[in-house]
């Protein structure tokens, strides 16, 4: 899984749990990592609306 934002691989927990959040936008699942998670919160929804 990459992430949405900044395209790294967003790393896999041996127990198959992400990294990482999945944000819902538009019925639309994307998964984003941990650090833009945090820094870029806000931003998620209008990048991922381009
Ligand atoms: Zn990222």
Redesign the pocket.
Known sequence: MK??????E?EITFLGKLK?NYVKTNGKVYT??????RSNKDEIRTKVNK
């Open positions: 992430c949405t934002l900044c395209g790294k967003i990482g984003v990592c941990a650090s833009c998670f």
